[in-house]
């Protein structure tokens, strides 16, 4: 249950000028920028979802963190 409470918690859309708000479960994260609405981040490619899949599924997450305690 705390990683669905983490994945509907409120950011800051980190694109200058910006300043919406989103849930990170409709945020795209950009490395070394930060969230960014979906708004920014516009149509994504084909391939985006092979990407980001794995680390957005907090399903996903949580067996790793599992695995390793
Ligand atoms: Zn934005």
Redesign the pocket.
């Known amino acids: 249950m705390d990683a669905a409470a983490s994945s509907s918690a409120t950011i800051t ?3 200058p000028g ?3 708000q ?1 849930t990170l479960a409709e945020a795209t994260y950009i490395d070394g920028c930060g969230h ?6 516009g149509p994504l490619p084909a391939w985006w979802d092979d990407i980001t899949a794995p680390a957005a599924d907090p399903t996903t997450v949580h067996a790793k963190v599992a695995s390793t305690a």
């Open positions: 859309c980190a694109k910006c300043g919406a989103t960014i609405c979906p708004d920014c981040a």
